[in-house]
């Protein structure tokens, strides 16, 4: 049987992995976090999850539209009835108004990365791994932790964390470069949740605004606390990156009186930066990177240009890869 390393427990590591081993590979998956979910993770509070990473996520392809309604059938994820709102500021002129559509959106339920956590139930995980170097020796892979431990026998490593992060560890295993863009794929995203009891404009607010990207409310996702949740873009966010949560905070009260018009008391909660979240529409994602001769891959949804979807899209076509090769060499024994 073969030994397959993924790194990485966000949805594409998790994806590849279930899809191997429905295949009869052995797996075993690596994550630095506390948790499996990746940028699909919520944060446990007292008063319900916050949804910090993505906030929802849609199904166009036929393939994700059956893994979500299999996620749908086991209660691991649910339509969000949300509304829809437009909010503007050009130049100083704010304007808020509904902005309804016909997209069926979904949301992980009773927290994002429920979908994840589904898809790894029973395959061996490794979290608060942080794995800083890798061997490739008489085509057997070893992987050591930054605590020093290694963990020998893989016949083949998927990678599948942010660009930045795979080639620092090509670099630290003196590995082939495998970007020429690594650090601009992925844009830094500050991500913050505020309580206020006002009913809000839009459960799901788009912004064309110099410093949001996007303002989700949590009334209608189940199992959540009942909050504000801000997403400040990209450019805003990496102007400000080495911020405070005390300004990030104080940013967001602003939005919420000056331009949700919000009269009541405002609570802050928490603030979260995420050095690697929305995709540089400006650059050609790259698609899945390839050394086959080596028995590595690497990939995320920015191999695909972002999305939710387009990390489980990913995660099948590594573990394709994967089995592929396999066969391949199958044959040719």
């Not at 059956?66 to 009835?81: D, H, I, R, S």
């Not at 790259?286 to 590595?296: F, H, K, Y």
Request: proline share 4%; aromatic share 10%; with cysteine.
């Amino acid at each position: 049987m073969k030994k397959i390393a993924v790194i990485g427990a966000g949805l594409t590591g998790a994806t590849a992995a279930a899809k191997l081993v429905q295949q009869g590979f052995q797996v075993t998956v690596f994550d630095k976090g506390r948790s499996a979910g990746g940028r699909m993770s919520s944060k446990r509070t007292e008063q319900g999850y916050l949804d910090m990473g993505a906030q929802y996520f849609t199904a166009r392809s036929d393939a994700f539209k059956q893994q979500v309604q299999q996620w749908l059938e086991a209660g691991q994820a649910e339509v969000w009835p949300c509304t829809t709102a437009l909010l503007c500021n050009e130049d100083g002129v704010v304007s808020l108004k509904s902005s309804k559509d016909e997209q069926r959106r979904f949301i992980g339920v009773p927290s994002m990365q429920s979908p994840v956590k589904a898809l790894l139930q029973d395959i061996a995980l490794n979290t608060g791994c942080r794995i800083q170097k890798l061997s490739y020796q008489r085509q057997s892979w070893s992987l050591l932790s930054d605590e020093g431990k290694t963990y020998t026998g893989f016949d083949a490593v998927l990678l599948t964390l942010p660009p930045v992060q795979v080639q620092q560890l090509m670099a630290q295993s003196s590995l082939p470069e495998v970007f020429d863009t690594a650090a601009n794929l992925l844009e830094p995203c500050w991500a913050v949740a505020m309580q206020a009891e006002a009913s809000p404009a839009g459960d799901a607010i788009f912004c064309q605004h110099p410093k949001l990207r996007f303002i989700s409310h949590q009334q209608y996702k189940s199992g959540r606390n009942c909050c504000y949740i801000l997403h400040f873009n990209a450019a805003f966010s990496a102007e400000h990156l080495q911020q405070s949560a005390d300004f990030w905070f104080a940013e967001a009260t602003a939005v919420l009186r000056d331009e949700l018009n919000i009269k009541q008391a405002i609570e802050p909660l928490v603030a979260h930066r995420w050095l690697y979240a929305s995709q540089n529409d400006q650059i050609t994602a790259p698609g899945c990177i390839a050394l086959p001769d080596q028995q590595l891959w690497a990939g995320g949804d920015w191999s695909y240009g972002g999305r939710v979807e387009n990390a489980y899209l990913a995660g099948l076509a590594l573990a394709q890869a994967v089995i592929d090769s396999h066969n391949l060499v199958q044959e040719s024994a």
